[in-house]
């Protein structure tokens, strides 16, 4: 079987030279006759019409063979087109039911054994059915002539598909003119109608459709649709070109005009603006005093740009890196104000307390004035050790509980050296080239947040804050967390590489603080680089004296109220501290201040009154009622046993919670509530088992446990909770339930409890101790080998507060329980 090679339809070509159409007429009227049977020859990706001259390519041995046997005989084939042009073999079921019967014109035998054939259609043919498959397909065939109208409406079609085939012609280059020329002189419907499908481009379905269809109307309709929807294409295209080419030429023009104009220039002495930009560039490399090898870079890249034409992309690419690399502070720096009595002061105007992050800066600068005034001797010290290179900077990390002032002491610590002061936030930053910057490949690409700090800041020596490092994230762009390691770590930042500068800057002289509220977060390799201090809450003594000397003044200031127009007595700033704020910070003392200045105010501005004095018992009349109760919320709710005080650490400071724990008739179920972590479950089913295994020493009957259900409960239900320091809360209250003794109402406690009873230490001792001193409790029991961390509560709470330390379960409930049996 013969078919056509697998090229696409437009790469058939049917144009012949030889045959014009008085040859094709003359073959029609003098045409061999047609016998009822003819051999198939499947063809691929193309449609033979009658009328027409069609070259094809034979490569399939079957269809050699076929060729072969018709050659040497009448000369006449079927010619069917194939539904599928990617079949190689294909069946009867393969080829449409209509095709042309073709007479080989002229056969050429190519030296790789395939046979070029010129077929030229005679007449159209539908299948009747196929009489052999081998060697090769034969089918008998039926004549299925074409009906030609001779009507307006088909005069009207044939010159409309005339004239849309030149205009094709005038915008499409394939077309030679001849071939045009020989279209316009056919005057019969029929021949235009197949001449041009012949030659115009369209799917193998759409040049069947004309084949098939009976009318000579309906194929010209189908055909000029097709001519019509070819010439808006062809006219998009050359649109499309010639706004291309347009583009070109524009560009083009301006380089020719931009050439012509620098050499006016240089022909009146004048330099032209890339030259002037050029120098600049230069001298700013001679002042920027970077790097050797900072300086090799930017003059190579000078040198890129020099010889580029402003109008090319990488001009501007060259040029926006050279402007950043040349603006980061490579020298520049501030002079370290070494006066230590003059920073202690300017730490003490800006901060009450705090006295341990105090006492670290001044030994900071303490360390920088000695090594300046002994810069010499240190240097011939050091320049024997060869691994090891002398360290300038300090990494801080404050932890602490929201409202302290971590932030704000970044900007105090910058006043007191008389450095630059800079401050990013890493809050939910989850893309690694923020801090290391992108590379200078991507469109729009800039350094990191380092850098672009430092560039704004224009000195290489700041305070440099970084916000909220315990709130990163990490994703598919990366790891900034990773990122900070160099940044952080006093060995290697000296040589920080950002990915869009490329070349080392040096961030040693930098003095990195960085800030978060809890340290869990924080990846261990990252939180080994830094120096942590942790900021405590503060004390009820010192949040009066923060509001008198800072917040006050500033609310008062804010709300546009002159000096004395209002005055906070001691007993209303501590009854607005006590009544409505419960925090470690002062940031909500700070707003109920405002809120009573804002109430001033309007009096004030209505003439209601000139000056105002507020006491303890003028907060109510402007905060309304009190949203914490003191002291006797505690005595209330540990009136019946099986409540118990615990105290608790969180990221917001220190706080206490109630475990209650209820007993019921049942069957030694044991049920625990409150959003408890895994933790606390297994510390709660400790502290029971515990208790259970002293009962006797407890006065606790055994049919107690036997009869009851136990539920233990810690309220607040909607917030998760965990962690082992509730473990003896827990054995207080549910050895007070079972024993009928209830807790004393001035006692809290904290401390990990094992199966044996012993109590083991525990974390955040200052910040549980302030959350007691805050409630008003005037004992805690603490496991006793927590006695040291005591040393770092304030000497004021430590008098108000009596400490009682255990070491077992038996030592707590005696301190805890009251002796006297209450149902």
Not at 489 to 496: A, G, L, S
Request: glycine share 6%; aromatic share 6%; net charge negative.
């Amino acid at each position: 079987m013969s078919e056509k090679k697998k090229e696409p339809t437009e790469a058939v070509i049917p144009v012949l030279d030889s045959l014009d159409s008085e040859e094709i007429q003359e073959t029609d009227t003098k045409g061999p006759e047609i016998p009822e049977e003819l051999p198939i020859l499947p063809l691929r990706g193309v449609v033979v019409y009658p009328h027409t001259a069609v070259p094809l390519t034979i490569g399939q041995t079957r269809s050699i063979q076929l060729v072969d046997d018709v050659v040497q005989g009448d000369r006449l084939i079927g010619l069917v087109a194939s539904r599928d042009p990617e079949l190689e073999l294909p069946g009867p079921e393969d080829l449409y039911s209509f095709g042309t019967v073709g007479s080989i014109q002229r056969l050429f035998r190519a030296p790789d054994g395939t046979i070029k054939l010129i077929v030229h259609g005679l007449a159209r043919f539908q299948i009747e059915e196929y009489s052999a498959l081998e060697p090769y397909l034969k089918a008998r065939i039926n004549l299925d002539p074409e009906i030609v109208e001779e009507t307006v409406e088909a005069e009207a079609q044939v010159r409309a598909a005339k004239d849309q085939f030149e205009k094709i012609a005038e915008l499409s280059t394939s077309l030679p003119r001849e071939v045009v020329g020989s279209v316009v002189l056919l005057d019969d419907p029929l021949y235009v109608a197949y001449t041009i499908a012949n030659y115009q481009r369209m799917d193998i379905d759409q040049s069947q459709k004309i084949l098939e269809e009976e009318s000579t109307i309906v194929k010209l309709q189908i055909l000029n649709t097709i001519l019509t929807r070819e010439i808006d294409v062809l006219t998009l295209g050359q649109q499309i070109q010639q706004e291309a080419r347009t583009e070109i030429e524009k560009v083009q023009r301006e380089y020719y005009l931009r050439e012509q104009l620098k050499a006016i220039k240089r022909e009146l002495g004048e330099s032209d603006e890339q030259q002037v930009e050029i120098e600049e560039f230069r001298i700013r490399i001679e002042d920027a005093q970077m790097t050797e090898e900072a300086e090799k870079k930017a003059r190579r890249e000078l040198d890129r740009l020099e010889k580029l034409p402003t109008a090319a992309a990488e001009y501007g690419v060259i040029r926006t890196y050279l402007d950043w690399m040349l603006s980061i502070p490579w020298s520049k720096m501030t002079e370290d104000h070494m006066d230590l009595a003059h920073a202690r002061v300017v730490l003490d105007e800006d901060h009450y307390g705090l006295e341990d992050i105090k006492e670290r800066i001044l030994e900071y600068l303490a360390v920088r004035k000695l090594r300046h005034e002994r810069g010499d001797d240190l240097l011939e010290e050091q320049s024997k050790d060869y691994i090891r290179q002398a360290r300038e900077g300090v990494i801080l990390c404050f932890i602490g509980p929201p409202g302290v002032g971590k932030t704000s002491l970044g900007r105090s610590i910058a006043r007191a050296m008389g450095r630059k002061f800079v401050r990013i936030t890493l809050g939910g930053v989850h893309d690694e080239a923020e801090i290391r910057g992108h590379r200078r490949t991507y469109i729009g690409s800039m350094p990191g947040r380092i850098l672009q700090a430092l560039r704004r800041i224009e000195s290489r020596n700041p305070v440099f804050m970084l916000d909220e490092i315990d709130k990163m994230g990490t994703d598919f762009r990366g790891d900034p967390a990773s990122a900070l390691l160099e940044v952080l770590d006093p060995e290697q930042n000296r040589e920080f590489r950002d990915h869009y500068i490329e070349e080392a800057f040096d961030l040693s002289s930098v003095m990195f603080i960085t800030t978060a509220n809890w340290l869990d977060t924080i990846p261990a390799p990252l939180l080994d680089r830094m120096e942590v201090i942790r900021l405590s809450g503060y004390t009820e003594k010192e949040k009066v004296e923060i509001a008198k000397g800072y917040l006050i003044p500033r609310q008062i200031i804010e709300n546009g109220l002159r000096k004395g127009e209002v005055i906070f007595g001691d007993d209303a700033v501590l009854e607005i501290i006590r009544s409505y704020t419960r925090e470690a910070g002062v940031r909500n003392l700070e707003r109920e201040i405002g809120q009573v200045c804002r109430k001033v105010a309007a009096q004030v501005a209505e003439g209601k009154v000139s000056e105002l004095e507020i006491k303890a018992d003028m907060v109510k009349e402007y905060l309304k009622r009190p949203r914490y109760l003191g002291p006797e919320e505690i005595t209330e709710r540990t009136a019946v046993p099986g409540v118990a005080t615990g105290l608790a650490w969180t990221p917001a400071g220190g706080d206490v919670l109630f475990i209650e724990a209820t007993a019921m008739a049942g069957g030694k179920e044991f049920m625990m509530t409150g959003s408890l972590g895994q933790v606390m479950q297994e510390s709660a089913r400790a502290a029971l088992s515990h208790i259970r295994t002293v009962s006797d020493r407890l006065g606790i009957e055994t049919e107690f446990w036997a009869d009851h259900d136990i539920h233990l409960h810690v309220p607040a239900g909607a917030q998760p909770k965990d962690g082992p320091s509730a473990g003896v809360t827990m054995a207080a209250a549910i050895a007070s339930l079972a024993t009928g003794r209830i807790v004393r109402s001035d006692v809290g406690m904290t401390g990990e409890i094992t199966l044996r009873g012993k109590v083991l230490p525990i974390g955040g001792v200052k910040e549980k101790v302030l959350a007691a001193h805050r409630f008003g409790l005037k004992k805690i029991i603490l496991p006793r080998r927590n006695e040291n961390d005591l040393e770092d509560v304030p000497e004021e709470i430590r008098k108000q507060i009596k400490f009682i330390l255990v070491d077992s379960v038996e030592e707590l409930l005696q301190a805890a329980l009251e002796n006297k049996r209450k149902k």
